[in-house]
C-alpha cells in the first residue's frame, strides 16, 4: 500500500511500471467515482437515467485524463474525500437530508391530508344521500296520511286533497355533481401543491449540491494553495520530520516545551480552541435536526390522524330514524249533540290513522374511494438517523480530516514539507530565546 501511494503521489513516474501502475490506479479511482457519481445524480438529484450516464461517462474520461496527467490535481482530489468532514461536507449532505425528507416525507403527509378528506367528503356525501332518501320517506308518509284522511264514512264530510309534494329529489344530481366537482377541484389543488413543491425542492437541491461540489473542489484547491505559498499556514503540528530537524540541530527541547502549542498530526488530541468550534459546529447540527424532527413528527401526525379517520369511519352504524303518526278527529259540535242524546257517534268520525316507519341516516359506505393512509417509511427514518450521525461525527471531529488533508499535501511535495519543517523549528528557535 505503500509504494501504491508512493507511486501515486509521485510528480513523474520513474519508469514503465510505475506508468502503468499509476494508470491502473486512476482506471480504479475513476470507474468507482463514476458510479457514485451515476448513483448521485439518477437517485439523489433525480436526473432522467440517459442524461446521468452520459454525464458519469463524460465526467470519467475527463477525470481519468485529469488524474493521469496533472499531479496538483491528484493531490486536490485526494483531499476532496476528506474535506467532506469539514463545513462544506457537511453542507452537502445537508441538502441530502433536505431531498430525502421533502422527496419521501412532504408526499406522505400530503396523501395522508388527501385520506382525511377523502373521509369527510365521503361522510358528507353519504349523510346528504341519506338525508334525501329520508324525503322519500316523508313523502310516502304523506300520501299514505293524506289517503287515510280521505277514507271517511261520509263523503259530505270529506276534505280536501292534503297531499305533500316533495320536489328535493329532483335536486339530488345537481348536488351529487357539485359535491363531485368540488372533490375534483381540491385533489388537483393538492396535486399542484405537491408538484409545485417537488419541482421547486428538487430545482433548488440540485443547484446546491452543484454548488457544494464545486466548493469543495475550490476549497481543497484552496488549501493546497496555501500550503505551497504560506510557509506559517496550518503549521503547527509535531511531524516526523520536524522531529527529526530538531533532533539534528539539537533543539528536541523546544518541542518538549511547546507541547501545549503544538500538536501531532496523527493523534486524537484537540485543542481548546478546536474544541469550542467543535461543540458550537454540533449545536448547529442540533438545530438543524430539531427541524428535521418537526417535520417528521409532522408525518406521523398526519399518519395517526388519517389512520383513525380511516377506522373511525368504518365503524361508523347506521342512526335508525322512527317516525310515528297518530291521528284520529271528530267532526264539529255533531258528536257533542250524540252525547246530549245518548246516540253513539262513532259513525261520524273521520278516519282514524296509526303507523309507524323505519328509516336509517347511513354517514358512510364501503363504496367510497378511500385511499389508505400512507405509514412513514422506516428505510427513510434510517437514512436520515445515519446522515446525522455522519454530521455529528464530521462537526466534533473537524480538525482530524484537515490534519489528513495536510499530510495528503505533505506526501505530494515533500520538498515542501522539508521548507515548512524548517520553518516552525526557526520559529520555535525565535521564541526560546526570548527573555
Known amino acids: 500500500v505503500a509504494e501504491l501511494w508512493w507511486i501515486y503521489s509521485k510528480p513523474v513516474p520513474a519508469d514503465g511500471r510505475e506508468l502503468w501502475t499509476l494508470f491502473l490506479q486512476c482506471s480504479c479511482i475513476t470507474v468507482v467515482i463514476g458510479g457514485l457519481f451515476y448513483n448521485w445524480m439518477f437517485a439523489s438529484l433525480e436526473y432522467s437515467w440517459h442524461l446521468s450516464i452520459a454525464m458519469a461517462v463524460s465526467f470519467s474520461l475527463l477525470l481519468l485524463l485529469t488524474l493521469f496527467v496533472v499531479h496538483p490535481a491528484r493531490c486536490v482530489f485526494s483531499m476532496i474525500m476528506p474535506t467532506l468532514g469539514t463545513k462544506q461536507g457537511r453542507k452537502l449532505l445537508f441538502s441530502t437530508c433536505i431531498m430525502i425528507a421533502v422527496v419521501n416525507i412532504t408526499p406522505n403527509i400530503i396523501s395522508n391530508i388527501k385520506t382525511i378528506l377523502q373521509v369527510i367528503?365521503?361522510?358528507?356525501?353519504?349523510s346528504s344521500d341519506s338525508l334525501l332518501n329520508s324525503t322519500a320517506l316523508l313523502e310516502t308518509v304523506s300520501w299514505e296520511f293524506g289517503a287515510a284522511i280521505q277514507e271517511t264514512i261520509h263523503s259530505i264530510y270529506k276534505p280536501m286533497n292534503g297531499h305533500f309534494r316533495f320536489s328535493l329529489l329532483q335536486n339530488s344530481s345537481l348536488i351529487y355533481e357539485k359535491m363531485h366537482l368540488a372533490g375534483e377541484k381540491m385533489s388537483r389543488e393538492f396535486l399542484s401543491v405537491e408538484v409545485l413543491v417537488k419541482d421547486s425542492v428538487r430545482v433548488a437541491n440540485r443547484l446546491a449540491a452543484g454548488f457544494f461540489m464545486l466548493y469543495l473542489c475550490f476549497e481543497s484547491s484552496w488549501y493546497l494553495k496555501n500550503y505551497l505559498t504560506d510557509l506559517r499556514f496550518d503549521n503547527f503540528y509535531i511531524?516526523?520530520?520536524?522531529?527529526?530537524?530538531?533532533?539534528?540541530?539539537?533543539?528536541?527541547?523546544?518541542?518538549?516545551?511547546?507541547?501545549?502549542?503544538?500538536?501531532?498530526?496523527?493523534?486524537?488530541?484537540?485543542?481548546?480552541?478546536?474544541?469550542?468550534?467543535?461543540?458550537?459546529?454540533?449545536?448547529?447540527?442540533?438545530?438543524?435536526?430539531?427541524?428535521?424532527?418537526?417535520?417528521?413528527?409532522?408525518?406521523?401526525?398526519?399518519?395517526?390522524?388519517?389512520?383513525?379517520?380511516?377506522?373511525?369511519?368504518?365503524?361508523?352504524?347506521?342512526?335508525?330514524?322512527?317516525?310515528?303518526?297518530?291521528?284520529k278527529a271528530e267532526i264539529g259540535p255533531v258528536p257533542f249533540l250524540f252525547k246530549i242524546f245518548r246516540r253513539p257517534s262513532e259513525e261520524l268520525l273521520l278516519g282514524g290513522f296509526n303507523k309507524t316507519y323505519q328509516h336509517h341516516l347511513v354517514f358512510s359506505s364501503r363504496r367510497c374511494g378511500i385511499s389508505i393512509p400512507a405509514a412513514p417509511s422506516r428505510s427513510v427514518l434510517l437514512a436520515l438517523g445515519l446522515l446525522f450521525c455522519i454530521l455529528y461525527g464530521s462537526a466534533l471531529l473537524e480538525p482530524l480530516p484537515r490534519r489528513l488533508c495536510r499530510g495528503i499535501a505533505a506526501s505530494f511535495f515533500p520538498g515542501r514539507e522539508r521548507r515548512r519543517a524548517l520553518h516552525l523549528l526557526g520559529s520555535l528557535r525565535s521564541h526560546g530565546r526570548r527573555p
Not at 121 to 126: A, E, P, Q, Y
Not at 298 to 308: D, I, K
Request: net charge positive.
Open 121 to 126: 367528503k365521503c361522510i358528507c356525501k353519504n
Open 239 to 327: 511531524t516526523t520530520q520536524l522531529e527529526r530537524l530538531a533532533a539534528d540541530r539539537g533543539a528536541s527541547h523546544l518541542l518538549v516545551g511547546s507541547s501545549k502549542k503544538l500538536i501531532r498530526p496523527t493523534g486524537w488530541r484537540l485543542s481548546w480552541e478546536e474544541l469550542a468550534l467543535c461543540l458550537v459546529r454540533a449545536m448547529l447540527v442540533t438545530v438543524a435536526l430539531m427541524l428535521m424532527l418537526v417535520l417528521v413528527a409532522m408525518e406521523h401526525f398526519a399518519f395517526s390522524v388519517a389512520h383513525t379517520a380511516v377506522t373511525k369511519a368504518a365503524q361508523f352504524s347506521a342512526v335508525p330514524v322512527t317516525l310515528s303518526i297518530t291521528y
